[in-house]
């Protein structure tokens, strides 16, 4: 049950991990979010609820993430469920313009800063007998198509995907299930702003761009942050689910 629950929501300054944390402070013993920024701007200075905490931390290095599990051990003493957000395609380039640093800094966001952390989560986890814990992270549908110009975001979020099956398999012994969750295009603050500036640019309808993100779908229905949260919440709890990443997507990618 969740609301026996210690959770971690790692990158919480995005959409969805500020979706997610929102969702789950009122239902959960206690939440702690992570992310660059000083303080989350989920809540009020005077409204922040004391099952809440916010730690900010650089958490694609790996001494912050030492610090931020440590922290955590120190306060509760455990962890149950992580769920990791952290990511973002950053740049658009073809293969043959890449310059190395952005490269690099894609795999570091979206891949390597996942890998430290599930590592130090394990660590924490793995005494957790006998409830054991639960890992989800955000990948991507771009884990499984080709999006145009991000070649480096699909390779670092499928290498993501991987991490998942790798990881279950091994620590299946502890009880630990870990899952990944891909989205598809989701309508979120900043990509409505992205979707402003393409209609400037382009001169096309906002309405005509909107329904490019959508042609692909099975339903023609905008996702928002808020679609992927009963999925969030079955993989925060399951005891027998771990190895999956699941398509969240309305149909764009369809498993076979
Ligand atoms: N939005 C979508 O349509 C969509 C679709 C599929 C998958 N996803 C994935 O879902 C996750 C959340 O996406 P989002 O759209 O909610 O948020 P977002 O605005 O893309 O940001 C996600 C998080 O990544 C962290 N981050 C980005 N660049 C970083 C850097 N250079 N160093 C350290 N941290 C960095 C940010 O950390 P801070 O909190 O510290 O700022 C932020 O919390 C990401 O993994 C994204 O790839 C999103």
Redesign the pocket.
């Known amino acids: 049950m969740l609301s026996e629950k210690i959770i971690l929501v790692?990158?919480?300054?995005?959409?969805?991990?500020?979706?997610i944390v929102k969702h789950l402070v009122p239902i959960s013993n206690s939440v702690v979010s992570?992310?660059?920024?000083k303080v989350s701007t989920l809540y009020e200075y005077d409204a922040i609820p004391l099952n809440y905490t916010h730690i900010?931390l650089?958490?694609?290095e790996e001494k912050n993430i030492v610090k931020l599990f440590q922290m955590i051990n120190q306060k509760f003493g455990r962890l149950d469920v992580f769920i990791?957000?952290?990511?973002?395609?950053?740049y658009s380039h073809r293969i043959e313009d890449y310059p190395l640093e952005e490269f690099e800094?894609i795999l570091?966001?979206?891949l390597i800063?996942a890998f430290l952390l599930t590592k130090h989560a394990i660590r924490l986890m793995r005494d957790n007998i006998p409830l054991g814990g639960n890992i989800i992270?955000?990948?991507?549908?771009?884990s499984r198509k080709i999006s145009h110009n991000k070649a480096p975001?699909g390779i670092a979020?499928a290498g993501l995907a991987k991490l998942v099956n790798y990881v279950a398999s091994e620590v299946g012994e502890y009880d630990i299930r870990v899952n990944g969750i891909?989205?598809?295009?989701?309508?979120?603050p900043?990509?409505l702003q992205d979707i402003e500036t393409e209609t400037r640019k382009t001169g096309k309808s906002e309405h005509e761009i909107i329904r490019s993100k959508l042609k692909l779908q099975k339903i023609q229905r905008k996702?928002y942050?808020e679609d992927l949260l009963p999925l969030v919440e079955l993989l925060s709890t399951t005891k027998v689910i771990t190895g999956q990443n699941y398509n969240c997507t309305v149909g764009e990618v369809l498993n076979y």
């Open positions: 790692s990158g919480v300054g995005g959409a969805i991990g500020n979706s992570s992310s660059r920024s900010p650089d958490l694609t990791n957000t952290i990511g973002g395609s950053l800094e570091k966001v979206n800063s992270h955000i990948i991507s549908s771009s975001y979020k891909s989205p598809g295009y989701i309508f979120t900043r990509h996702m942050p």
